[in-house]
């Protein structure tokens, strides 16, 4: 059974940079068939989709946060990462990873962690 | 304001059957792009719930139903139980190369 697994500091201060590995068991990240990407939620709030790579390290980006989202796949790992610069309270919020169909769904899902931007 | 436009709550008695609405455009639902729906349950990640516009993944149940039309989708729950209750999501996706997820639906169970 395919299980990811978000791991990363809960609390980062403002303006600085929220650093997120996802590291994925039961299968490999190197897989022809899927991508794998990074949703967040505010609390109390809905989804949004933050990016998207492949383990070749093709990406896709929101456009809203392209400016401030890196991410990297460390196939030798089976994990990749997520870096979302100058971040503000704006960005606290549950971050999930999850496997990708491209242009089609989420199958598998990380429990999700919470990340909080607080000085 | 989410591109995919869904009502924020429905509510409906056990037993009933309700329906959700995802609105989207000619860019993404009405360009052919499938939807694909989610259930959250209280504290938990999201599950995929139905996948291209109207299948479903192995374990859930019959009553889950979902279909697609134009520049919408709908998420149908027949034979409403109380273990229903939770938020509901669409998902998309974009010719702006952008997944696109709708605001979310709470689903009360009277």
């Known amino acids: 059974q395919l299980q990811l697994q978000e791991s990363g500091p809960g609390l980062v201060k403002p303006s600085e940079t929220l650093s997120l590995t996802c590291t994925v068991s039961?299968?490999?990240?190197?897989?022809?068939?899927?991508?794998w990407g990074w949703i967040r939620q505010p609390p109390g709030k809905g989804l949004e989709w933050i990016g998207s790579?492949?383990?070749?390290?093709?990406?896709y980006y929101n456009p809203s946060l392209k400016s401030r989202v890196t991410i990297s796949v460390d196939t030798s790992k089976n994990q990749f990462s997520l870096k979302l610069s100058s971040v503000t309270a704006a960005d606290t919020a549950v971050y999930y990873c999850?496997?990708?169909?491209?242009?089609?769904?989420?199958?598998?899902w990380g429990q999700g962690t919470l990340v909080t931007v607080s000085s | 304001q989410s591109v995919l436009t869904q009502p924020p709550s429905v509510s409906g008695a056990p037993g009933q059957r309700v329906t959700i609405s995802c609105t989207g455009s000619?860019?993404?639902?009405?360009?052919?792009?499938?939807v694909h729906w989610y259930q959250q349950l209280p504290g938990t990640a999201p599950k995929l719930l139905i996948y291209?516009?109207?299948n479903r993944p192995s374990g859930v149940p019959d009553r889950f139903s979902g279909s697609k039309s134009g520049t919408s989708a709908s998420l149908a729950i027949t034979g409403l139980q109380a273990e229903d209750e939770a938020d509901y999501y669409c998902?998309?996706?974009?010719?702006?190369?952008?997944?696109?997820f709708g605001g979310g639906t709470k689903l009360t169970v009277l």
């Open positions: 999850a496997r990708w169909m491209a242009t089609t769904q989420f199958d598998y």
């Open positions: 039961g299968g490999s990240i190197s897989s022809s068939s899927y991508y």
């Open positions: 790579i492949y383990y070749s390290g093709s990406t």
């Open positions: 000619s860019s993404n639902i009405g360009a052919g792009y499938d």
């Open positions: 291209g516009n109207s």
């Open positions: 998902q998309s996706y974009d010719s702006s190369l952008s997944v696109l």
